[in-house]
């Protein structure tokens, strides 16, 4: 038999074997590849065949890979737009070792067919090859997100982050990857279930190892010379630059050895790991250079900076603070320092810590107006009902007899302020011919301070009306559709009398020429940002195993477990609150083979079920009968005590 009959017989044989070339058994990886590029003879024009041997093939030896060439080259000849020869090639550079050119043919490949899935995976990987593993994950995520129930495109990109020592999402795309493998009935979905589960087995070994690691440094080697001790460190950022965070890890485990003190090393360790999601140990090697680095004010406070802005991922704002405050300090002029603090008490509603900190700020940078007016925003909003009273009839706003300021008082005081804040006070000065009725005198702790009258008010929305008309008309908008703008929540900018709300007061303040920021009256009002980010945290949320509960839900968990908030909302329970501007929406990690799920909150979805199907029963008193008379036993809860039970 002639050897261009045998081609043609194997290529037969090969694509006929259930119309998708799936000819190998689930258990024959490599032999599989081999007889893919076997059967690319010198007559054999398959581009089916072609493609399969792309995907089969790893990095194919020299013998093999010339039959790859050539294939994709007669490929090209008849057809230069078939992205299948590029990719071809590229797979044929990238096991050559030519990796620069196997981007580019990649690149060709994804311009003329920017759709599939396999373009991206050779591209991925020819970035790899290539020394940037950054742009080669970037890459595969891209193609994951194009074929997302894809089993083989998440076990490639879980391959790459386990390469690059990431395994936390190593992780989480292995147990993505089995449940679609799992459901797929073709041949190579038993395969890729061996495959996949290997890598999660070695993914879960290697992070085991890294939590049980002792994390005291060990003892320096005697031996270790300055310049060793140098190279170690200089190979360590070269890798880290590369972001190849395996091997970097591992160099930087090296250094420790000659470097067990070296503030640094420290400093540059801590990034590392909290980039491979090991947030505890970043955040304590944050902790141990600020302290390395106490000769050096500057730096630990900026180490401390990083340790609290660690904690603040971890959900601890408590952690935060203090680390704020040891920032201080260190360096008690550090601006960073101090906004960080002023946003973590926030957020923990310390508001008199907020002002007080906030009056730090503004000692250290007098010109900060964003500090200036947050601190007004808060105080204003701290002063009690009698508070806001006194102001009004300072402001000649309010009757002095009156026992309690109205609702409609409190609106107004609010939109005084704002007025005030954004400078109304010389506004209304450099316009009114005269201040007189228009202006009062405030004492305040740092000294005399002038306000806004009632009638300054009307003369600040006066003299504002105009201006915003003159500006809005600058802008190409006509009379007939002046009065009928609308703010991008949708509120009116004028009211019916032809004055500026105080959401169309907002509006002009905030308003730059060629910037618009209004909606003619045919024009929908647009999605907010806070709930388009809330979207998009929620959508990032459910690729990782949660699910929104409804409000009741939340509150009923709340009830049943007694846990307090802040305990539900922290590891390891790790609910997740999001504002969308409007009302707040809770997530819940429902899915148990995802890497949110834990011991301890494996338990919630399902009293959320419970609670669904009516059996929302908290009744049976506090203890347990005893047991065939025996003492009874008191009930425990979820949590006990404001933490979790388990069984001290």
Not at 226 to 254: I, M, R, V
Not at 256 to 280: D, I, Q
Not at 593 to 618: F, H, W
Request: net charge positive; hydrophobic share 40%; with cysteine.
């Amino acid at each position: 038999m002639s050897l261009h009959l045998k081609s043609l017989l194997a290529a037969a044989a090969l694509f006929c074997a259930a119309g998708g070339a799936r000819l190998y058994s689930a258990d024959r990886g490599p032999a599989r590849a081999e007889e893919a590029l076997a059967a690319l003879g010198p007559a054999t024009d398959s581009r089916e065949l072609l493609l399969r041997a792309v995907e089969l093939a790893g990095d194919p030896a020299a013998g093999r890979s010339a039959a790859l060439e050539a294939s994709a080259r007669r490929l090209l000849a008849k057809d230069p737009s078939d992205y299948a020869g590029y990719l071809a090639l590229c797979k044929y550079l990238r096991g050559a070792g030519r990796a620069q050119e196997a981007v580019s043919n990649c690149r060709r490949a994804l311009e003329l067919d920017p759709t599939l899935y396999p373009v991206y995976r050779e591209l991925g990987l020819a970035y790899a090859a290539a020394g940037n593993p950054r742009k080669a994950s970037e890459t595969l995520e891209q193609g994951v997100e194009l074929s997302s129930s894809s089993y083989k495109a998440r076990y490639d990109l879980a391959r790459l982050f386990e390469a690059r020592g990431d395994l936390e999402r190593a992780a989480l795309q292995y147990g993505r990857a089995l449940p679609l493998a799992a459901k797929d009935k073709g041949e190579d979905a038993a395969y890729y279930q061996a495959l996949i589960k290997a890598g999660s087995r070695r993914t879960a070994g290697k992070r085991s190892a890294a939590r049980t690691k002792p994390r005291t440094a060990p003892r320096p080697s005697a031996q270790a010379s300055p310049k060793e001790a140098e190279n170690c460190l200089d190979k360590f950022k070269t890798e880290f630059l590369k972001d190849n965070l395996g091997s970097a890890l591992a160099q930087s485990d090296a250094c420790l050895k000659l470097l067990p003190a070296s503030a640094p090393l420290a400093a540059e360790r801590a990034p590392l790991l909290v980039r491979l999601g090991r947030y505890e140990e970043g955040v304590k090697e944050y902790e141990r250079a600020a302290l390395l680095y106490s000769p050096n004010p500057q730096m630990a406070a900026f180490c401390r900076i990083k340790a609290a802005e660690t904690w603040l991922k971890l959900g601890d704002s408590g952690k935060a603070v203090a680390q704020y405050q040891l920032a201080l300090k260190a360096n008690p002029r550090d601006l960073n320092a101090l906004k960080g603090l002023a946003s973590a008490q926030e957020a923990r509603s310390d508001m008199k810590g907020a002002l007080e900190t906030y009056g730090e700020i503004l000692k250290a940078a007098p010109g900060d107006e964003k500090a200036r007016i947050r601190r007004e925003e808060l105080r204003a909003g701290s002063l009690t009902d009698k508070e806001v009273l006194q102001e009004l009839v300072l402001r000649q706003a309010a009757d002095p007899a009156k026992a309690a300021p109205s609702e409609e008082d409190l609106k107004l005081f609010k939109n005084i302020r704002a007025a005030e804040l954004a400078g109304g006070v010389d506004y209304v000065r450099a316009r009114a011919p005269s201040a007189k009725g228009l202006i009062a005198q405030r004492k305040a702790g740092e000294g005399p301070r002038l306000v806004l009258t009632a009638a300054g008010y009307k003369a600040y929305i006066f003299h504002a009306t105009r201006d915003a008309i003159k500006f809005l008309e600058g802008e190409g908008i006509g009379l007939r559709e002046m009065f009928q703008l609308r703010t991008l929540a949708g509120d009116k900018a004028f009211d019916a009398a032809g004055k500026l709300t105080p959401e169309g007061e907002e509006l002009w303040r905030t308003s730059a020429k060629g910037k618009k920021n209004w909606l003619l009256p045919y024009e929908p009002v647009p999605a907010s940002p806070q709930a388009v980010q809330a979207n998009k945290e929620i959508t990032e949320l459910e690729k990782s195993g949660y699910r929104e509960i409804s409000e009741p839900e939340y509150l009923w968990l709340l009830k049943v477990t007694t846990c307090p908030e802040d305990v539900l909302k922290t590891p390891p329970l790790n609910v997740k609150e999001i504002r969308d501007g409007a009302r707040s929406r809770y997530m819940l990690c429902y899915q148990a083979s995802e890497i949110c799920m834990t011991n301890e909150n494996i338990k919630l979805p399902q009293l959320v079920e419970q609670y669904r199907s009516g059996e929302a029963d908290l009744s049976g008193g506090e203890s347990h009968t005893g047991f065939f008379g025996g003492a009874a036993s008191k009930k425990r809860r979820f949590c006990e005590n404001g933490r979790i039970w388990r069984g001290e």
